[in-house]
């Protein structure tokens, strides 16, 4: 008896934190940064951080720009700014400088805006307003 009451309560709680994890905004967080909104979402981009610093280190660089495109569209800093990298290298992707610049931007860190000086010194100035447009339509995703 005292084993079927374990098991209920087991279950009962597996339940519960199932039906808290459904609502996709969890935690106060920045909209740009969606991946911070639960902490389900968070653990799963933090995975799929993982497997792309592994994808990388093989130079499967099609399969790693998937995942990085994934989380980085969820705003996961260091993810834009290895997809940025991605970009200016056409590393699983076309080469475009206005889509590094897109990611470095908004990565908002101070290495992302270094990066956007390298680049910009390549970049004509339809370039870096096909990039500002970018920014300017970005959405992120809490997928």
Known sequence: ????????????????????????????HDPMRPYLSSDQLALDTEIKYAKCIRLQMAGLWDETAKLYTIIANRGHPTAQLHLGKQYVHGNGVSQSYAEAYKWFALSDTSIGNHFI????????????NEAKKLIKNFKPSYK
């Open 117 to 128: 000086e390298l680049i910009t010194e390549d970049m004509s100035i339809n370039e870096i």
């Open 1 to 28: 008896m005292k084993t079927l009451l374990i098991k209920a309560v087991f279950f009962l709680s597996l339940a519960i934190l199932a039906q808290d994890n459904k609502s996709s905004h969890q935690n106060d």
